[in-house]
């Protein structure tokens, strides 16, 4: 199934690197599009402590990568982890854990996202890329822990 082709950023061309991803590790036929595009913000969210480099759109089968990460020296295999990522959300559906808390990444999603070459390593480098990313911006977030994409 052809994706919807997506605007091309100045670095890196999310349609193309999505086609790869896709090709490469799912069998499936995986309905999925791409944009650049902002995850939305948490209500409840004080104050912005991180980026959300990707995030997956269940109803429009969407990903949505941070338009901050269309620069030069943001390596194209931390992209394409984070397509992964985001792909591995369409075949791993959340659950509903106990209680009432809905479980994202849980066992089973871990494990498939772990299928991938040098998963820890390039999950590790998100941190550093965030960091580089404020430098630049001079904007007022600290590096806070939370997940940078999800
Ligand atoms: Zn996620």
New binding site residues.
């Given amino acids: 199934m052809r994706s919807k082709s997506c605007p091309p950023g100045t670095y890196h061309q999310l349609s193309s690197l999505l086609e790869e991803v896709k090709s490469e590790f799912f069998t499936e036929e995986l309905e999925a599009s791409i944009m650049w595009g902002r995850a939305p913000r948490r209500t409840r969210r004080r104050k912005r402590t991180s980026i959300v480099f990707g995030s ?1 759109w269940e109803q429009q089968k969407r990903i949505r990568i941070h338009p901050a990460l269309d620069r030069p020296w943001v390596p194209e295999e931390f992209i394409r982890f984070i397509i992964y ?2 792909l ?2 369409a075949v791993a559906k959340p659950k509903q854990g106990q209680g009432r808390k809905r479980q ?2 849980h066992p089973e ?1 871990k494990a498939l996202e772990n299928r991938y070459p040098d998963s820890a390593r390039l999950r590790a480098m998100s941190r550093d890329i965030l960091a580089r990313i404020s430098k630049e911006e001079m904007s007022a977030f600290s590096i806070g822990r939370r997940h940078t ?2």
Avoid: L, S, T
Wanted: charged share 20%.
């Fill in positions: 997956w990522h985001e591995c959300h994202v990444h999603f994409f999800r």
